[in-house]
């Protein structure tokens, strides 16, 4: 009999969830890549299994070894405890609909988890010269599209 995969991230509380990231990450040098094929990655549900004290703090980089086609795309670095989890999709804000899962599906996912004043922009991979990101959702999404290439985008309904 053939049973559907079971994701057993639900069935457990965060805290044994997050208990079992920070053994991986001893695990890996303290270094994960989450890579998601899209630019609408399930990075709420991701967010959604971290407590409000797990994460220290979030940086966001803009890459150009993503995506050829556009600027550039985005990632997200999570910093915890025992390493950092970092999640490559395929952000980008080249036209509205990638605009709008910027938003969706990157600065309101960490909005909503209370990230506010720990999240940070770079340019560089190599994290130097971090800016904060705005706490007004307006600045930190102009933010966004200007860190991904796009300065001039704008969402019709911004």
Known sequence: MATAPIDLANYVDSRYFVRQVNRLLRKVDGYLDLTHGTSHPPFVQLMDLFGKGDIGFSVITARKDVNASVEATLDCSLYLDE???R????WCAYKEIR???IRDTLMSPLFR???IGKVFLSLAEDKAGL???ANNEKEALAQLFALSGYPTMKLKDQ
Request: proline share 6%; glycine share 12%; aromatic share 0%.
């Open 87 to 90: 999640v490559v999709p395929h």
């Open 99 to 101: 605009a709008s899962e």
């Open 83 to 85: 390493g950092v989890i």
């Open 131 to 133: 800016i904060a990101l």
């Open 113 to 115: 988890h209370g990230m």
